[in-house]
């Protein structure tokens, strides 16, 4: 056999084939596909009938080592990628999202003490029929909407007027 004669040995580990020359036998090298050491002597190389068997299964071997990788980056995404996004966008975003939950809350708040006369009037009496309303508010049904009108544009108008005080007070405290 000369030294550049090439022939074929495959890795014990995984199987891969690798070419190799006259020259490398006696030496120990790495397999390009599993890393694992292999010594590269007479006694490793491939016949050639083997050689067509193992190009007829390398592609399944290959295949296998494919959907190995890939479950290996769905488990990596899954459970380590996708948490660290995860919580690296709560973090970035929690002062925004603990203000938003507050405005949610005031806002909530204030929309009740708006809509105070429409909630008793209507909306109790309609989910719970079993409620007994004022008198004052089932004898006299015209009133009641009257003054619940004006309790609603009473309310709008002191919003109104507390958003334009509380701004004029800001700024008042800027220009200070």
């Known amino acids: 056999m000369e030294a550049n004669d090439r022939m074929k040995i495959a890795c014990g580990n995984c199987g891969q084939r690798i070419l190799v020359t006259a020259e490398n036998y006696g030496t120990t ?3 390009p596909n599993c890393e694992n050491p292999i010594e590269i002597s007479e006694e490793k190389i491939i016949p050639q009938d083997q050689v067509q068997e ?5 592609w ?18 899954i459970f380590w990628v996708l948490p660290s996004a995860i919580c690296s966008f709560v973090i970035l975003l929690f002062p925004w999202i603990l203000r938003g939950a507050r405005v949610l809350c005031i806002f909530g708040a204030w929309l009740v003490l708006v809509l105070w006369p429409w909630i008793t009037i209507k909306w109790i009496p309609q989910k719970f029929p079993d409620v007994q309303m004022p008198a004052w508010v089932t004898e006299h049904p015209d009133l009641t909407y009257i003054a619940g009108a004006i309790w609603i544009a009473l309310a709008l108008i002191a919003s ?4 334009i005080y509380v701004r004029l007070r800001r700024r008042k405290k800027q220009q200070k």
């Open 29 to 31: 090298g790495l397999c």
């Open 54 to 58: 193992i190009q007829a299964t390398s």
């Open 60 to 77: 399944i071997h290959e295949l296998e080592l494919l959907l190995r990788k890939m479950i290996i980056g769905i488990f990596r995404f």
């Open 160 to 163: 109104i007027w507390g958003a």
